[in-house]
């Protein structure tokens, strides 16, 4: 069993940051990637960013130059720094970890708010 838990959500005004983090517990095949997506009210979850267990990253380009992925691989966790936030960035933030079998498993997200 593969668990995830999102955390470091909460309400920030525009130009500012927050730190997510998201914690893998369970069964973790050492080749893996953690991404991050977001679904914004009345919208389909989009791409964010994503990190392999390589060290391989790729960004959605809203994003690019203002969100860094990074992870801990001893602690299965993978993080989300966010800077200069837009109100556009207002969304449910989730966590999904993609294993070597192509078994994939999401979190339940932590809400981000960026007021302007």
């Known amino acids: 069993q593969v668990q995830l838990v999102e955390s470091g959500g909460g309400s920030v005004q525009a130009g500012g940051s927050l730190r997510l983090s998201c914690a893998a517990s369970g069964n973790i095949s050492s080749n893996n990637v953690m991404s991050w997506w977001r679904q914004a009210p009345g919208k389909q979850r989009e791409f964010v960013a994503s990190?392999?267990?390589?060290?391989?990253?790729n960004y959605a380009d809203s994003v690019k130059g203002r969100f860094t992925v990074s992870r801990d691989n001893a602690k299965n966790t993978v993080y989300l720094q966010m800077n200069t936030l837009k109100p556009e960035d207002t969304a449910v933030y989730y966590c999904?970890?993609?294993?070597?079998?192509?078994?994939?498993?999401w979190g339940k997200g932590t809400l981000v708010t960026v007021s302007s």
């Open positions: 990190l392999s267990s390589g060290g391989y990253t």
């Open positions: 999904k970890l993609l294993q070597r079998n192509n078994m994939q498993y």
